[in-house]
């Protein structure tokens, strides 16, 4: 989170808390905002908006552990992501 202190906009609570506004938390990457969450765990609205952050793309369900071709799933599933990853170095 280096870098953010002079655009960090900052609220006093009542309880003499600090929080961060809410366009700061949408500047920050998802991995800053997870961890400036798990610093300032107080802080709902910084919950809220990793919580926000993190179902605009919900996981997909490649298998199901009862999945008879639940293997076979995973590795598919595998190989196009590592097929993916070496297409996208070769640009």
């Known amino acids: 989170m280096a870098g953010y202190n002079a655009e960090i906009e900052f609220q006093i609570l009542p309880h003499g808390g600090l929080r961060m506004s809410r366009a700061n938390y949408d500047a920050m ?3 800053e905002l997870k961890q400036y969450f798990l610093t300032h ?8 908006a990793y919580l926000d952050r993190i179902n605009e793309r919900p ?9 008879p071709d ?3 799933k995973v590795q598919a599933a595998i190989r196009q992501k590592l097929e993916k990853a070496t297409c996208s170095d070769r640009v």
């Open 70 to 72: 639940f293997d076979e």
């Open 29 to 31: 990457s998802k991995a």
């Open 59 to 67: 996981l997909i369900v490649i298998a199901h552990l009862s999945d």
């Open 41 to 48: 765990r107080g802080d709902r609205a910084a919950l809220q």
